[in-house]
């Protein structure tokens, strides 16, 4: 996702999206009720995104693309999608078998992968989608629906994980940000949970960040963040510890019997993430191509993500019995998987400044070219990686 601005310059909601974000306040403000007046940030957020029918992800605001609140990569450019499909091809050249992506959003990247691995003859079994949202499942099917027979036909949705594991690519851009994740402050003495509690003025529910005392869990989890740091952060240090990490990728790493796990997001080794200096953490809220910190105002009508631990990804994924073949910065992958090229072989000048616009977008580091990281996970696959093969990152974790 891309966009930066501060607070006060977020253009005001409609009446029916007020409407909308009240009747998401009340829900939230009910659980927060039965349990006693506080709720952890991790579910909190979970409700934000995905209480059902009244979500973020789970109603029907445009959400990606230009028209909406972010812009991710495969929304950039088909470029992105194109070096994700080289790479697959050469997966499945090696494996066979089918490509998995996990939240989807617009369909936009599995359009284009399924296009390009027509134009490479390189076409999967099939193109299963596990999309959370109902709402974003319901805008895939319409526009995957304009594809080629041969393409559309392989393509499957699914409403849970494959019970058998499957050969060939798992793909997941942008997903593991927008899982719920967990805030701590530190003390001198002792850690602190982030939390909400309930504030009514003239009949409008709000939410307000309060704290309570770590339990053991967030302690433990904690401490063993310390153990990879140089030095404690500092007194006041507020950040993220996002635990579903651990159990999602258990999850899939169960779901690949040989093959790939391709993960991209914005995100970090550690020791950069928890870095003293970046004291209030990665929590970013996305509404209307403008970034902020505030994830209490708009409850509902804005995105709300953490940037990814990718060390804590690498642990879990070792747990799980995977191999960390790769990680790189997107830059480095979609160079090593021929971003160049694709720009150099457009037709015609105009066509190929135009692309070259898209590839900067990509690439550039004051872009998505840094921030952007993406992880090779693989069992039992021993070909040559070309995202990978330009630059290795894994020493960082
Ligand atoms: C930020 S959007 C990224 C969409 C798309 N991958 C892209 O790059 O444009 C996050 C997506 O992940 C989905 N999602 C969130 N948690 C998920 C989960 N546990 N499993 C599958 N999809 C999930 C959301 O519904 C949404 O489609």
Redesign the pocket.
């Given at each position: 996702?891309t966009a930066s601005a501060p607070r006060s310059i977020l253009p005001p909601p409609a009446a029916q999206e007020r409407e909308h974000s009240e009747r998401l306040a009340a829900l939230i403000g009910a659980e927060l009720g039965a349990a006693g007046g506080w709720l952890s940030f991790e579910r909190f957020m979970e409700l934000a995104?995905?209480a059902p029918g009244l979500g973020y992800?789970s109603a029907g605001s445009v959400?990606?693309g230009t028209g909406g609140d972010?812009v991710?990569?495969?929304?950039v450019s088909d470029l992105f999608s194109r070096c994700i499909a080289r790479q697959c091809a050469a997966v499945l050249a090696s494996t066979g078998g089918e490509i998995l992506?996990?939240?989807?959003?617009?369909g936009?990247?599995a359009g284009a992968v399924l296009s390009e691995l027509a134009v490479l003859g390189a076409l999967p079994q099939r193109y299963a989608i596990?999309?959370?949202?109902a709402d974003?499942a319901q805008r895939q099917r319409e526009r995957l629906a304009r594809l080629p027979a041969a393409l559309r036909e392989r393509l499957v949705w699914l409403d849970r994980l494959p019970a058998s594991p499957l050969r060939g690519v798992v793909l997941?851009?942008?997903?593991t940000?927008?899982?719920p994740c967990r805030r701590f402050r530190r003390y001198a003495e002792g850690l602190g949970e982030l939390g909400v509690v309930a504030h009514e003025t003239d009949g409008m529910l709000s939410f307000i960040e309060a704290e309570r005392v770590a339990d053991a869990s967030l302690v433990r989890a904690y401490r063993e963040i310390l153990t990879d740091l140089p030095e404690p952060p500092p007194a006041g240090y507020t950040s993220e510890i996002c635990l579903r990490v651990d159990a999602?990728i258990a999850s899939l790493a169960a779901c690949l019997d040989r093959g790939v796990l391709l993960l991209?997001d914005y995100g970090l080794p550690r020791r950069h993430y928890y870095h003293p200096q970046r004291s209030a953490g990665t929590l970013r809220c996305h509404y209307r191509q403008l970034a902020h910190d505030d994830p209490y105002i708009n409850v509902g009508l804005q995105?709300i993500?953490a940037w990814v631990d990718f060390t804590r990804v690498a642990n879990a994924a070792h747990a799980a019995g995977l191999e960390l073949r790769g990680f790189a910065t997107q830059a480095a992958f979609l160079l090593g998987c021929g971003i160049e090229e694709m720009v150099l072989q457009a037709a015609g000048s105009v066509e190929q400044a135009r692309r070259a616009g898209e590839a900067r977008r990509l690439i550039m580091p004051e872009e998505m070219g840094e921030a952007f990281k993406v992880m090779g996970l693989t069992r039992g696959l021993d070909i040559p990686l070309a995202g990978f093969a330009l630059q290795d990152l894994r020493h960082l974790l």
């Open positions: 996702m995104l995905y992800y959400k990606l972010f991710t990569a495969p929304e992506e996990l939240g989807a959003g617009t936009s990247m596990l999309e959370v949202s974003l997941a851009n942008e997903v940000d927008a899982l999602w991209c995105d993500t």
